[in-house]
């Protein structure tokens, strides 16, 4: 266990809905990053959220956008899903300091999994 | 972020060593090697990262030949719980380690 909640663990929707996914982070940690996972395939890097601001971005279009909360939970926006949004939604908490000891790994949450039909 | 290239799937007997390979070929000077696993429906798990020098920790072992080119994680005794994909990924010291790049990993199969 990371300590690292997602929230649903699953979810159907379907084409042209929009859907909210949620991410409680680690105790301590201040920096989340979202990643999708189509299936057989490895995380791709969506987004991460450092102290509430954007914090660097993968190649995913603007229809997916996100929060971070003062609490550092966090949430992930898709807007007008698409059958190919259908995927592990993971998310991940690091400590987001600078030091050596703390800067080295992040914490991965259960996942998500949406199905959009 | 150097590119990262495994076998897509191994197999291995219960209580033998697994030597899991990745190829990094253009690793640069002050990108570690990192390794996770992600069991089958959970997040992935972070397992050992290391420079240029060998590293154990009570997971595994990380050995990182002295070119840095290519490395092997090496789980000493598998169980059937080692089951899982293992990602390979290089990522610059002491940067973001949220903004990982994951290729698509090695299955291991480990059999009784």
């Known amino acids: 266990e990371t300590g690292v909640t997602q929230s649903p663990t699953h979810l159907i929707k379907t084409r042209g809905q929009q859907v909210t996914l949620r991410c409680s982070s680690q105790?301590?940690?201040?920096?989340v990053s979202w990643y999708q996972q189509a299936l057989g395939q490895g995380p791709q890097f969506i987004f991460q959220y450092y102290r509430e601001e954007e914090n660097g971005r993968g190649n995913f279009p603007p229809r997916f956008s996100g929060l971070q909360f003062p609490n550092y939970s966090s949430e992930l926006n898709v807007n007008a899903l698409e059958l190919d949004d259908s995927a592990l939604y993971l998310c991940?908490?690091?400590?987001?300091?600078?030091?050596?000891?703390?800067?080295?790994?992040?914490?991965f949450g259960p996942g998500t999994r949406l199905l959009v039909l | 972020d150097a590119k990262t290239t495994q076998p897509p799937s191994m197999d291995c007997a219960e209580g033998r060593a697994a030597n899991l390979p990745c190829n990094h070929s253009?690793?640069?000077?002050?990108?570690?090697v990192y390794w996770y696993r992600q069991i089958h429906s959970q997040g992935p798990q972070y397992i050992i990262h290391?420079?240029?020098n060998n590293e154990t920790n009570e997971m595994a072992s990380l050995i990182i030949t002295e070119d840095r080119k290519s490395s092997t994680l090496i789980l000493p005794h598998a169980t059937l719980r080692d089951t899982a994909v293992y990602y390979c990924i290089v990522r610059v010291a002491y940067t973001n380690a949220g903004k990982s790049t994951f290729g698509d990993g090695t299955t291991l199969t480990v059999k009784p």
């Open positions: 290391g420079l240029k």
């Open positions: 991940a908490s690091s400590p987001g300091g600078w030091d050596r000891g703390t800067q080295e790994t992040q914490y």
């Open positions: 105790s301590g940690h201040n920096t």
């Open positions: 253009t690793i640069s000077g002050n990108e570690y």
